[in-house]
């Protein structure tokens, strides 16, 4: 069901200069590829001066905010309860066995013990180890070489208790990104689609050819640009953008 790919099996697999023909050495070979865009690296060009900056300011704010007393404001049971009911049935469980299917059927009895311990995360900062883990299932992508990591889609089935924390938190900040976001942002919003900026493209094309006139069009790809980019220089936009959830998180 994932991405409709069939699963596909390979016995040999390369990277760089790295050949696995057996299940212990393929594996080393899965841990260190998935590893590679999970740690951002320094490139010589890179502006360190500025990444010892941001790190130093993110501390001095982490600090201010601490010392308001203020803290991240508490979940209340309206808030899980529409987190629960988002979670979409039918997919798979996670490495604990627990699906969305646990957690709907006995709603009303589990709220008040997850309110409880979601407040406990926000109170103390800090997400326990054993909810950042998951399953990642490797996906050939279409028509791609088996034999190369990149060939595949790493697909993660997290924690079904975490993705609760998760919705939470990004109904929070969603909230404050929609007042800045520009309008023709159609990628990660709800409610719009691509078509829409596809739309706008051919038009613009058109247009272009009408009045003869030189169009210049400038595509990114972006892949795993988002886990290749220096988090703490993330974190400090979302600071200045006004989103306070503290990185110790």
């Not at 905010?65 to 997919?91: P, S, Y």
């Not at 892949?223 to 990185?247: Q, R, S, V």
């Amino acid at each position: 069901m994932q991405r409709k790919t069939p699963l596909t099996n390979t016995k040999i697999l390369k990277l760089n200069d790295k050949t696995a023909e057996d299940g212990p050495s393929i594996m080393n070979i899965w841990q260190e590829h998935f590893q590679q865009p999970a740690t951002p690296k320094l490139e010589e060009s890179f502006d360190t001066e500025k990444l010892e900056l941001v790190e130093i300011q993110n501390n001095i704010i982490e600090s201010i905010e601490r010392e308001k007393g203020q803290g991240i404001d508490h979940v209340n049971v309206k808030e899980v309860n529409k987190a629960i009911e988002k979670l979409k049935a039918g997919k798979a469980p996670d490495e604990d066995g627990i699906s969305a299917e646990h957690y709907k059927h006995v709603m009303k009895e589990l709220t008040p013990f997850i309110v409880h311990l979601l407040n406990l995360i926000l109170t103390y900062l800090d997400v326990p180890i054993f909810l950042k883990t998951g399953i990642l299932t490797p996906i050939l992508k279409k028509e791609k070489d088996k034999t190369l990591p990149s060939s595949y889609r790493g697909i993660t089935v997290t924690k079904t208790f975490a993705k609760i924390l998760q919705s939470i938190l990004k109904d929070r900040v969603d909230s404050a990104f929609n007042n800045i976001q520009n309008s023709l942002q159609r990628g990660f919003t709800e409610g719009v689609s691509s078509l829409c900026a596809a739309f706008l493209t051919s038009e613009a094309i058109a247009e272009s050819k009408k009045l003869k006139i030189l169009l210049i069009l400038i595509t990114l790809d972006a892949e795993k640009a988002f886990d290749k980019l220096n988090h703490e220089i993330l974190f400090n936009k979302l600071y200045h953008y006004g989103i306070t959830i503290y990185h110790a998180i």
